[in-house]
């Protein structure tokens, strides 16, 4: 009977081995970017009509932006146009678009593809790690950052700009779209710009 325990307890447990461990949600949402590399080729920020919901310019091109939202949809179905443009109907004068574009009612074509606004809706779906009273180096957000984690700079202490985390060890390491296409680079290469702060979104375990 012990025999037949141990052989039993043994199989049991070869076989749970063989099957593949779960990834976490910041580990889905960082595959899900970093499968974008050599898809997304180039980078074009025109103004462009696209359906609602789940709307989207082609692959092949896009914003920094577009790597999020793409990388959500993939892994979760979790559509931030959507997401985004519902929330700004409900409290437009929570978000920036009147003071920086000139806009008087949501936009679902573009709203979402605005950091800016990403921003703001992250900040109150509460996913929001910390904000720097005053922006550090691009590299210098605070640790542990996690793999999976929106990061948000700007560049030349100016341009929005979003990233995601994509590696912590042995350095770390984001997907985004800076000009190139999808791509992934250290994090230190963001130290001459600015840290804004950091997400952890969506709340998924």
């Known amino acids: 009977?012990?025999?037949?325990?141990?052989?039993?307890?043994?199989?049991?447990?070869?076989?749970?081995?063989?099957?593949?461990?779960?990834?976490?949600?910041?580990?889905?949402?960082?595959?899900?970017?970093?499968?974008?590399?050599?898809?997304?080729?180039?980078?074009?920020?025109r103004y462009v009509r696209i359906p609602y919901p789940n709307g989207d310019v082609p692959r092949s091109t896009g914003v920094c932006a577009d790597v999020i939202l793409r990388a959500a949809r993939d892994a979760f179905h979790l559509d931030l146009q959507k997401l985004v443009h519902e929330d700004m109907l409900r409290d437009f004068a929570a978000y920036p678009a009147r003071r920086?574009?000139?806009s008087c009612e949501p936009d679902s074509n573009i709203d979402h593809r605005r950091v800016l606004n990403l921003e703001t809706y992250w900040q109150r779906a509460h996913a929001e790690l910390w904000r720097a009273p005053n922006p550090t180096p691009g590299d210098q957000f605070p640790q542990p950052l996690a793999i999976g984690d929106i990061v948000?700079?700007?560049?030349?202490?100016?341009?929005?700009?979003?990233?995601i985390?994509?590696?912590?060890?042995?350095q770390p390491k984001v997907v985004h779209n800076i000009g190139n296409g999808a791509e992934e680079t250290e994090l230190?290469?963001?130290?001459?710009?600015?840290a804004i702060a950091p997400y952890r979104w969506p709340k998924i375990t």
């Open 1 to 45: 009977m012990q025999r037949r325990t141990f052989i039993t307890s043994l199989i049991a447990t070869w076989l749970a081995a063989q099957l593949p461990l779960r990834a976490s949600a910041g580990q889905q949402l960082a595959q899900a970017a970093r499968n974008q590399i050599g898809v997304t080729l180039n980078y074009d920020p």
């Open 165 to 170: 985390v994509s590696a912590i060890s042995p």
């Open 100 to 102: 920086a574009w000139g």
């Open 152 to 163: 948000t700079f700007r560049l030349d202490s100016r341009l929005p700009h979003v990233a």
């Open 188 to 194: 230190a290469a963001f130290h001459p710009h600015q």
